[in-house]
């Protein structure tokens, strides 16, 4: 997940407060358009981050990340790099993060053919979820040059970064500052400050740049270059598919399924198929949803409900299909035989 950490802070500002930091980004993000992009250097690599889906409820952002020597970004196409499938990259990703319940919801790694299991990096995007941004007043800006002797005035120029577009550096630019301290979570960011510059002409919906700083280093991620219409090689988010885990559980009411289900599926049809005989016979189940620790769900079945629909001596098994993704069911494994 480190390869996306510039997608992750940039999902982080969204649910940060106060309201006019999560305002700023939110209003960027609402007028830009697919395809739009940035290119970040940082540490010797090269990200470049896209938007493929944006909609009020989430947002899918595609990275691609490449070491600095394997390209020279002076004189560089990113379209077309991306076009000819982006030699020399190191990784290449697509991630969902969800605006309403504040969460990155999906990673899938097309340079490994896997969706990344955010299991094993829940506490880092809790974290990065998790910062407050405060605006920081002009007179505490960054500026240019050696600090007044006392009594003088100060008249140094404030430090903008630079800010690219279509190979091109912009002139003129203004920036609104952000700044964030970092929870004491053991890490090396720990307690220390986070920078984070937006330009104010909405040139580019990202962070222009984000600075960490720690009592030893000073860390930035910096914007290179920036643009539209960026060719996707990948039309969509691969989608995992919904599985039953566990084996049901009579509980006072009725019965309890479990499943292992991605945050992005809200809503399911549960259908009872008679396997019996050879003409499957399909039954929809009514049900209640309970959400369980991470991506564990139950499915609560009254027992009236099962007296009701399901045949004494028939086997069965059951069919979890998600709400508008028809062709992601899952079906269990093993028939069982009702007895009521």
């Known amino acids: 997940m480190k390869s996306c950490l510039f997608a992750?802070?940039?999902g982080a500002v969204l649910f940060c407060h106060p309201i006019e930091a999560s305002t700023v980004l939110q209003e960027?993000?609402?007028?830009?358009?697919?395809?739009?992009?940035?290119v970040t250097e940082s540490n010797k690599m090269i990200s470049v981050l896209a938007i493929r889906s944006l909609t009020p409820k989430s947002i899918i952002l595609e990275e691609i990340n490449v070491p600095s020597q394997a390209v020279d970004p002076h004189s560089f196409s990113w379209p077309e790099w991306v076009r000819k499938h982006a030699h020399g990259h190191t990784s290449w990703s697509m991630l969902e993060i969800d605006f309403e319940n504040q969460q990155l919801i999906e990673c899938y790694s097309f340079s490994r053919s896997a969706w990344v299991e955010l299991s094993s990096q829940e506490s880092f995007i809790s974290t990065i979820l998790g910062l407050s941004l405060q605006p920081i007043p002009?007179?505490?800006l960054r500026r240019i040059g050696p600090e007044p002797l006392d009594g003088?005035?100060?008249?140094r120029k404030i430090w903008k970064p630079p800010l690219f577009q279509d190979g091109a550096q912009l002139n003129a630019i203004e920036f609104d500052v952000y700044q964030a301290i970092w929870p004491n979570d053991g890490s090396e960011l720990a307690d220390n400050s986070v920078f984070l510059y937006f330009d104010k002409n909405g040139c580019s919906p990202f962070p222009a740049w984000?600075?960490?700083?720690t009592t030893h280093a000073v860390a930035s991620i910096r914007m290179i270059d920036s643009g539209k219409n960026l060719p996707a090689l990948h039309r969509t988010l691969p989608r995992r598919v919904p599985e039953f885990i566990d084996v049901p559980q009579k509980i006072h009411s009725?019965?309890?399924?479990s499943?292992?289900?991605?945050?992005y599926y809200r809503h399911f049809e549960l259908f009872a198929v008679d396997v019996t005989s050879s003409e499957?016979?399909?039954?929809?189940?009514?049900?209640?949803?309970?959400?369980g620790e991470g991506e564990t769900l139950h499915l609560e079945i009254a027992q009236s409900e099962l007296n009701q629909i399901l045949h004494p001596n028939h086997r069965y098994t059951w069919l979890i299909v998600p709400n508008g993704h028809c062709e992601h069911y899952a079906e269990s494994s093993k028939p069982f035989l009702w007895k009521e």
Do not use: W
Request: glycine letters at 4%; charged letters at 30%; aromatic letters at 4%.
């Open 280 to 291: 499957k016979e399909i039954f929809p189940i009514s049900h209640t949803l309970v959400c």
């Open 138 to 140: 002009e007179n505490e």
């Open 259 to 263: 499943l292992k289900s991605p945050r």
């Open 210 to 213: 984000i600075q960490m700083t």
């Open 8 to 10: 992750s802070i940039c």
């Open 254 to 257: 009725g019965l309890r399924l």
């Open 28 to 38: 960027r993000l609402l007028k830009a358009k697919m395809g739009d992009y940035i």
């Open 152 to 155: 003088e005035s100060d008249t």
